[in-house]
T-cell receptor, first 114, second 116 residues
Framework: NAGVTQTPKFRILKIGQSMTLQCTQD?????MYWYRQDPGMGLKLIYY???????DKGEVPNGYNVSRSTTEDFPLRLELAAPSQTSVYFC?????????????FGPGTRLTVT | AQKITQTQPGMFVQEKEAVTLDCTYD???????LFWYKQPSSGEMIFLIY??????QNATEGRYSLNFQKARKSANLVISASQLGDSAMYFC?????????????FGTGTRLTVIP
């Protein structure tokens, strides 16, 4: 199993550009998540999904959009990139959203907006 | 409101020694879960250990153990016999309430450096 994969690994965007961060998991997990990690900070939840066709906002959703058309894929869309979106983005998935069911993380995408 | 606090931005430990990484939390939920994750320089987040609030015994996973003191609201990670490969960022996280996909909260992390 590849686990959770993310592409690209690195990206530099100009202000106002758009892009999609890709995330795929092969563990048949219903639950998927997008986090951002700013320097010196913990992870903050952007969006999450509890199954195909169902998404919801997390703590910091502004400036982002998601979709979940399949169980495997959970892309994150940035529209009109801003310098405040410079961060490392992690996708994660889990079998359940309770108890000791841990989240499995992808390797991250380092995004710089200039 | 839920809050996770890691007060040690950086820690050093001699190889083969034990080290404790501190984590305190705050929640009004009587049931919750506590996690520790490791983030090496390569960037990925690796799950280490879990403790449920009603678990009677402290969790252990190999060289990792969780010193859970419920009354003090602390969930410190103890790494025994440190290895050079333990050098990484370590994040404490809390799931509170115990179910729900949007309720995993992370601390700011502690950077551990193992000295040969």
């Amino acid at each position: 199993n590849a686990g959770v994969t993310q592409t690209p690994k690195f990206r530099i965007l100009k202000i106002g550009q758009s892009m999609t961060l890709q995330c795929t998991q092969d563990m048949n997990h219903n639950y998927m998540y997008w986090y951002r990690q700013d320097p010196g900070m913990g992870l903050k939840l952007i969006y999450y999904s509890v199954g195909a066709g169902i998404t919801d906002k997390g703590e910091v959703p502004n400036g982002y959009n998601v979709s979940r058309s399949t169980t495997e894929d959970f892309p994150l869309r940035l529209e009109l990139a801003a310098p405040s979106q410079t961060s490392v983005y992690f996708c994660a998935s889990s079998y359940r959203d309770e108890g000791g069911h841990e989240q499995y993380f992808g390797p991250g995408t380092r995004l710089t907006v200039t | 409101a839920q809050k996770i606090t890691q007060t040690q931005p950086g820690m050093f430990v001699q190889e083969k020694e034990a080290v404790t990484l501190d984590c305190t939390y705050d929640t009004s939920d009587p049931s919750y879960g506590l996690f520790w994750y490791k983030q090496p320089s390569s960037g990925e987040m690796i799950f280490l250990i879990y403790q449920g609030s009603y678990d009677q015994q402290n969790a252990t996973e190999g060289r990792y153990s969780l010193n859970f003191q419920k009354a003090r609201k602390s969930a410190n990670l103890v790494i025994s016999a440190s290895q050079l490969g333990d050098s990484a960022m370590y994040f404490c996280a809390m799931r509170s309430p115990p179910t729900g996909a949007n309720n995993l909260f992370f601390g700011t992390g502690t950077r551990l450096t193992v000295i040969p």
